[in-house]
């Protein structure tokens, strides 16, 4: 059945992106560099780095992945050889890394197992003589353990972290399109809140007061119909709420205040989307109004300002000034604009780069631009936008319009 959107969302694209393929000879470099004997990371489907590694979509069980300057191995759980030689094996780009999958004692630990493969590979392909192993930091504990009692020493590498931030024009299709879903969704919310009626202290939907968790399943229904689902993080938040900078609960939807929305699903393929809206409907202006115009034009001050070579903290500095010009507190923790400008996105929704780093923008970086100011006793207004970061300036992924009061379905 249709469901009316809001003007202003994009088309989603009819075809599915591929999946996106990892280049791990910066991991492999990383190795070279550091004379290691190898570099090994543990986790299952939900472990981030081990995600991006290997793209495999594997079971809740943990698994490692190993890599040397010119090998790498993947350690599959029981039951899903067939599919961990499919993705991680298959899916090989031209990386110069000779891939396998290796399937011999699935009943040990995954640390106990990564120990026993980079024994192996250490002696082809890695320094025979290093007891040097790389990981991330977030090598579950156990499987350090593991790793030292197989007589390995440590050291922490964000070679993976580093790799994360410089997305491939594979990835940047998985965001745009996920990135085009969550402005469907958006629409969905507007055209609901442009065609409820004020009645007294309420906003009416279908003849019920409108709450912020109809809201929710309105978003996340309207994405699910496009093949992309909420990770159960859609925040919206009216009134007080609005300045809840994560709120998920339930709260009446009222006439005048701001209704906050930033909704951020995942893909199939893993990455996320990001964007957030502001709306009030029938205001009589006062705080909300001032505090829109002032996000907006932040907003737009630090759209300027994203291009490579850009110092990252240069948006965000660039982004809290427009907003003390227009009179609101800045890195006050109850008040004002309360966090950073923007933030990296992709296999996670919160990565590298963070737009307060003294480093450069890079081509191929993707970030948000959220700048917002909040008041407990009153509401909250942020403006979001996820962008690819360019030569000459950014890629906005997705195009949803800005506006105040919501507009109803054409």
């Known amino acids: 059945m249709s469901r009316p959107l809001a003007p202003g969302a994009p088309e989603v694209p009819h075809d599915h992106p591929d999946a996106p393929e990892t280049d791990l000879r910066p991991i492999a470099d990383a190795v070279a560099e550091h004379g290691a004997a190898g570099f090994v990371a543990v986790g299952d489907r939900f472990a981030d780095d081990l995600r991006y590694l290997s793209r495999f979509g594997g079971p809740d069980r943990d698994y490692a992945v190993v890599v040397t300057p010119d090998r790498a191995a993947l350690t599959a759980p029981g039951l899903f050889d067939e599919q961990a030689h499919r993705e991680f094996v298959d899916g090989a ?21 990564g120990a026993a493969v980079l024994d192996d590979l250490r002696n082809d392909a890695g320094d025979p003589d290093s007891q040097t192993v790389l990981t991330p930091a977030s090598i579950p504990h156990d499987a350090a353990l593991y790793l030292e009692d197989a007589g390995y020493d440590l050291a922490s590498t964000t070679a993976v972290a580093d790799a994360r931030e410089r997305k491939t024009e594979a990835e940047l299709a998985c965001l745009r399109r996920v990135q085009a879903v969550t402005c469907r969704g958006m629409a969905r919310a507007e055209a609901v809140l442009a065609t409820a009626e004020p009645a007294g202290d309420d906003l009416l939907f279908d003849g019920e007061p409108l709450t912020t968790e109809r809201l929710r399943r309105e978003v996340d229904v309207e994405m699910a119909r496009h093949g992309i689902r909420s990770a159960g993080n859609t925040v919206i938040g009216a009134g007080q709420t609005a ?29 996320y989307g990001d964007l957030t809206r502001t709306f009030a409907v029938a205001s009589e202006g006062g705080w909300e109004r001032r505090a829109f115009v002032a996000v907006e034009r932040a907003h737009g001050t630090a759209l300027d300002h994203v291009e490579a070579g850009v110092t990252a903290g240069t948006v965000h500095e660039e982004a809290a000034a427009e907003l003390t ?18 933030h990296g996105v992709g296999v996670s929704l919160h990565e590298g780069p963070s737009l307060r780093a003294d480093t450069p923008l890079e081509p191929g970086n993707v970030v948000t631009i959220e700048p917002g100011v909040y008041d407990a006793d009153t509401g909250g207004v942020r403006i979001e936008d996820l962008v690819a970061v360019t030569e000459n300036g950014y890629e906005r992924l997705a195009t949803y319009p800005v506006r105040f009061t919501p507009v109803p379905p054409a």
């Open 325 to 342: 010009a227009h009179g609101f507190r800045i890195d006050s923790p109850e008040i004002g604009f309360t966090h950073g400008v923007g």
């Open 243 to 271: 300045a809840d900078l994560h709120y998920t609960g339930i709260d009446h939807v009222s006439p005048g205040e701001t209704v906050l929305l930033d909704v951020s699903p995942r893909g199939p393929h893993g990455y």
């Open 93 to 113: 780009p031209g990386d110069g890394i000779a891939r396998e999958v290796r399937t011999e004692k699935q009943g040990d630990p995954a640390g106990v197992r």
